[in-house]
């Protein structure tokens, strides 16, 4: 059994009662496994941040700057063995996993910007409308934090989480997904080979047992996960319990708009690109196609041409442009949706079945004319499952649209920019691209509204989640 877990500036074997098999989903093989962090592990994390915090939290923002793009470096160094690692553990083609790598590089440099400056912009004073005051502003870490990240963009959600963290002076213990727990091991092995001081990061990966440990520890002051809502409201009520705050990103079931200016082979790129990124495991995906009724039946035709063109297969093995799903258990899950969307009567044009091949294999999948009372419409399935539905005007798009009880992002596609625009002032959700790709960038921010989450991530917002404003009034007289 390999030593999974980083505590206190140490690898140690883990001691809870369930071990960890860690598969390789285009195989259905295992290639690792190891056993999980118990409860007390978890606690020795914990304890070894609060013991670190003071001397993290004092030291120059300069030099926690230093240490985050020292992060960035060492990505770098590793990149091949971490992009073949995310092939094999996650399934993603090589050119998401580069996208990857490339997205927590970029992040960790952003935040070294960030605190690059940190201690220059404390004491600020803060004008006063009465006399014989002055007043000025601190932002402090608000101290130990537990990071509780997701498998399907596990480098990446880690990234976002961990670099703003630090860049604030908030020790970090971090607990991977049990579905993917190595790739974040690389922040450990980094951690050491910076000299980044002892317990400032811990990583305790497992199961349940672990995320609940961590989620309902006394010692933690603040909690950020991203996962589904199912957990994530136990990880709010946790926090509940203990007055602190929290950090959500949870699930979606986002809406890609299409009017009939569009330009149909563009449009087709990204809405192919918004359901079969990562196989449709994404909170962001993009599964409700509303399109203008002037230009479906074309459109149709051409989705399912570009479905059927999709290389779907081992990104071990050759190129292709989607890999299979992460798990079984999400395998299971989806395919469990063909069989309700074949009970409801809907219409497949595309898919709706899996592969031959060993793995998690599905095949990306199109539904048309999907009535709203269906559960495919309205249910996240987290898989590449498009369904479509068609509306005559912007207001009827708009309010098909709202109408879901998440709010995390969403496309408009139109060559008219003014109206584009317009729509994507009314829609309620957290991020809105207007003829793109799925293109995240770190100075913007990331989060939902409705179901989809509290809090925002990435930017300037992202730092500010893991800050607490403190105000010092004096009296002159």
């Not at 963290?165 to 922040?187: F, R």
């Amino acid at each position: 059994m390999i030593p999974a877990h980083y505590i206190n500036g140490r690898w140690v074997a883990g001691e809870a009662d369930e071990c960890i098999t860690v598969y390789d989903p285009a195989l259905g093989q295992p290639f690792a496994e190891f056993i999980g962090a118990s409860p007390a592990q978890v606690d020795q994390a914990i304890v070894a941040a609060r013991q670190a915090l003071a001397g993290w939290r004092t030291l120059a923002s300069t030099q926690r700057a230093a240490y985050l793009r020292g992060f960035a470096e060492q990505l770098e160094q590793r990149r091949e063995a971490l992009i073949a690692l995310q092939m094999q553990n996650n399934g993603k083609p090589r050119h998401e996993a580069v996208v990857d790598i490339d997205d927590a590089v970029a992040t960790f440099n952003y935040y070294a910007d960030l605190a690059q400056g940190l201690d220059e912009r404390q004491d600020r004073d803060v004008p006063l409308s009465a006399k014989g005051f002055n007043a000025r502003t601190r932002l402090e870490p608000v101290g130990v934090v537990g990071l509780i990240v997701p498998w399907n963009f596990p480098l990446i959600t880690s990234a976002w989480k961990l670099a703003p963290a630090l860049a604030a002076g908030c020790t970090v213990v971090l607990k991977p997904s049990e579905i993917t727990p190595l790739i974040e091991q690389a922040y450990g092995h980094i951690a050491e080979a910076l000299g980044l001081p002892a317990g400032v990061l811990n990583i305790v990966g497992g199961k349940a047992e672990t995320g609940a440990a961590l989620s309902n520890h006394p010692g933690i002051d603040k909690l950020s996960f991203t996962g589904s809502n199912n957990i994530g409201s136990q990880v709010m009520r946790s926090s509940a319990a203990h007055c602190r705050p929290v950090t959500l990103e949870l699930g979606g079931k986002s809406a890609i708009l299409v009017f009939d200016d569009c330009d149909l082979d563009q449009a087709v790129e990204w809405i192919v690109a918004g359901i079969c990124w990562n196989a449709g495991q994404m909170c962001s995906a993009t599964s409700r196609l509303l399109v203008q009724d002037g230009i479906a039946d074309e459109l149709i035709v051409r989705l399912k041409r570009a479905f059927e063109k999709l290389r779907v297969g081992n990104p071990l093995t050759g190129e292709v442009d989607m890999g299979p799903l992460t798990s079984q258990a999400q395998w299971a899950k989806v395919t469990e949706y063909f069989d309700i969307a074949h009970v409801e009567g809907l219409q497949c044009v595309s898919g709706g079945d899996v592969q031959r091949d060993p793995g998690w294999f599905v095949n990306p999948t199109l539904y048309v004319d999907v009535p709203l009372t269906s559960r495919l419409w309205h249910e996240e399935i987290f898989g590449p499952v498009l369904c479509t539905h068609r509306f005559g005007s912007q207001a009827e798009a708009l309010a098909l649209a709202n109408d879901s009880r998440f709010g995390l992002v969403a496309t408009v596609i139109s060559s008219d920019l003014e109206r584009a625009e317009r729509v994507a002032n009314a829609l309620e959700v957290g991020h809105v691209w207007i003829n793109s790709i799925q293109a995240v960038f770190v100075e913007t921010s990331w989060g939902g509204t409705k179901g989809s989450g509290i809090g925002r991530e990435l930017g300037p917002w992202g730092l500010s989640a893991y800050q607490s404003v403190k105000h010092v009034t004096r009296c002159l007289g």
